[in-house]
């Protein structure tokens, strides 16, 4: 138990540090992409789920409410011929604790190569990957922790790259059955190879965030403040990088999702007109064996990503 407590007051040394760190010329941006279709129906608002194993890419921690061993899978096509998919497990081990695995990927597809005066060389490809391995157990009846150790690797034709980074996170019980209250940061770590000969930054995110079910209401309202270690004008602006997400239990194998993210919103106006960039619906069907997710996430003029994947109980 002591050692235990050690790595807790570690990851929350963590975590209050990054309140002065300065994120730019960041590299391995993936990162901060949502893995899943239910995560991506919410907004992003995923830092305090419940029994998913997609959890592991938002807030380690959260590992510790499957109910069951679980696999999910899933894959979309971006815009532009780019292509995205990831892959994560989940069980329990007794006297031990919870161990997960994860895997995201992304590939920029192919591009024309050319030489100094213009000639045609052929073609290269790009893509990214990180693999994950996660531990998170309880500390105390309303207290739980996780961490990952990443390992990410990156490639622009003959150009690579690599690096390890680890993720912390921590989730309360706040009121039993009512709020849970959760914090995370993801992506500390370096570089092992850079591109060129400068070592870049990866995607340090600080986040917290919430979920709340009301009473005699089938549905729970989640949030969260995201990259709350960037520095910014003033420090309400931190707040400003926000997204909100609810889900409502329609039935016990039906549930529905709506989100917004106010970051998103910002980033994909186009001149004054931001349309409905930043919103997303989806929905999710479950059985005893699997569950299927899917979600539309909206970006205003730019156009729409669709998202589907499968879930597995074992």
Do not use: C
Request: hydrophobic share 40%.
């Amino acid at each position: 138990m002591r050692n235990r407590r050690w790595l807790l007051l570690m990851l929350l040394f963590f975590l209050v540090q990054t309140t002065v760190f300065t994120q730019s010329n960041t590299t391995f941006e993936f990162l901060r992409n949502d893995a899943s279709a239910r995560a991506a129906a919410l907004g992003g608002s995923f830092i305090t789920a419940n029994d998913d194993p997609n959890s592991i890419f938002y807030n380690p921690a959260d590992l510790t409410t499957l109910s069951t061993r679980r696999l999910s899978i899933g894959f979309f096509k971006h815009m532009l011929d780019v292509n995205a998919g990831y892959a994560s497990f989940g069980m329990e081990m007794p006297n031990f604790g919870f161990v997960g695995a994860g895997v995201e990927y992304i590939n920029y597809g192919e591009f024309k190569k050319t030489g100094e005066e213009g000639q045609n060389l052929g073609t290269f490809g790009a893509g990214e990957i990180a693999f994950i391995a996660t531990y998170a157990d309880r500390l105390l009846p309303v207290l739980y922790y996780g961490a990952n150790l990443k390992f990410i690797y990156s490639s622009i034709a003959d150009v690579i790259s690599s690096a390890v980074a680890i993720d912390a996170g921590v989730r309360y019980i706040a009121i039993p059955e009512r709020v849970i209250v959760g914090a995370s940061l993801l992506n500390l770590g370096t570089q092992i190879d850079p591109f060129v000969n400068t070592r870049e930054r990866l995607p340090l995110d600080f986040k917290i965030g919430a979920s709340i079910y009301p009473e005699h209401l089938p549905a729970v309202l989640m949030f969260d403040f995201h990259k709350l270690n960037e520095d910014q004008d003033n420090f309400f602006d931190r707040f400003k990088q926000f997204s909100i997400g609810v889900e409502f239990t329609a039935s016990p194998n039906v549930q529905l999702r709506i989100g917004y993210n106010n970051e998103r919103r910002q980033e994909w106006k186009i001149g004054n007109s931001a349309g409905f960039a930043g919103f997303s619906l989806g929905g999710g069907f479950t059985t005893n064996i699997y569950t299927i997710d899917y979600a539309y996430n909206s970006m205003g003029k730019i156009g729409s990503v669709h998202r589907v994947n499968v879930g597995f109980k074992f």
